[in-house]
């Protein structure tokens, strides 16, 4: 096995992924990318039935080629986590023995605490048919394990580790809710604006006839004001309801827009306006 050249720089960057006799090789590219999604770039292997490299998990690494050229082999899982000083083993079965089990959430957190006071960790996962076996289990410091159905526990090696480095990118945030990028922050619009939407509204409405019969109106418009209220629209979103219910009220399928000029084309006046029209006319 060759020395590593910086230990400080490698526990920085994140626990060891150690994959016990992993199978098939688009099982370990498909790892290597879970790792680089969450910032994670060591990679060893053990004992891989298929040998290594793998054009196979390159393909399926999907351009983590940092994790895969940096990946280490070893012929045993001794000698894979000789130099850590803390290792996780995953599991989904229950296990004979005093070695505390974690939740992944407790587990990362842990694990960034070991890694930032300069200690270097290691998470072990087992064969994709039946994991670890109990000795190999008892090589590692504690358990982790994922809260699955009882009836349906086991995942796939790169569904387990994707969890595992997730947690692990979490427990490094400021703020775990804390994404990479948020939508715009929208003021609520001033009391004017949203007034004026309801007048321009109402007064849509009315032309059409919609506040029937006419002593249910004033109930109506109550509604009608506390649906648009609750929103707490903003003075962009103001504008753009004011430009539907602009486009509703000057056209119509019969005269769709790009059809000309509205004008005073009858059939685009509302309901009132054309009957008003009629009788100019008569």
């Known amino acids: 096995m060759p020395a590593f050249e910086d230990t400080t720089k490698i526990a920085s960057a994140g ?14 590219g498909m790892v290597a990318r879970a790792m680089a999604n969450f910032g994670l770039s060591e990679l060893r292997l053990v004992n891989p039935r298929d040998g290594w490299p793998s054009e196979k998990a390159r393909a399926a690494a999907s351009r983590a080629d940092h994790v ?5 082999v070893f012929d045993d ?18 296990r004979d023995g005093f070695k505390p089990v974690r939740g992944p959430v407790e587990a990362g957190r842990a694990l960034r605490a070991r890694s930032e006071a300069g200690l270097r960790t ?4 087992g064969r994709e048919r039946f994991g670890l076996y109990n000795d190999e289990v008892g090589l590692a410091d504690e358990i982790v394990t994922f809260p699955v159905d009882p009836s349906f526990s086991s995942l796939n090696i790169a569904q387990a580790v994707l969890l595992m480095s997730y947690e692990w990118m979490k427990s490094g945030l400021a703020d775990e809710t804390q994404t990479n990028f948020s939508g715009p922050e929208l003021a609520p619009a001033p009391k004017e604006q949203l007034h004026s939407l309801f007048a ?10 919609y506040f029937r019969p006419e002593e249910k109106k004033p109930k109506m418009v109550d509604n009608l004001r506390a649906v648009l209220t609750r929103a707490g629209f903003a003075e962009p979103e103001i504008k753009v309801l004011r430009g539907i219910i602009s486009s509703l009220d000057r056209f119509s399928p019969a005269m769709p827009r ?25």
């Not at 626990?15 to 370990?28: D, K, M, S, T, Y």
Request: no cysteine; proline share 8%.
């Open 15 to 28: 626990p060891a992924i150690i994959l016990v006799e992993p199978q098939l090789g688009e099982n370990i």
């Open 68 to 72: 895969i050229d940096a990946t280490r």
């Open 77 to 94: 899982l001794p000698s894979a986590v000789a130099d850590l000083n803390f290792v996780f083993a995953t599991t989904a079965r229950e």
């Open 122 to 125: 290691g998470i072990l996962f």
């Open 200 to 209: 321009y509204l109402e007064n849509a409405l009315e032309a059409r006839g």
């Open 258 to 282: 790009g059809d000309g000029s509205p004008g005073d084309d009858p059939r685009r006046l509302p309901a009132g306006a054309r009957s008003r029209a009629k009788d100019e006319e008569s």
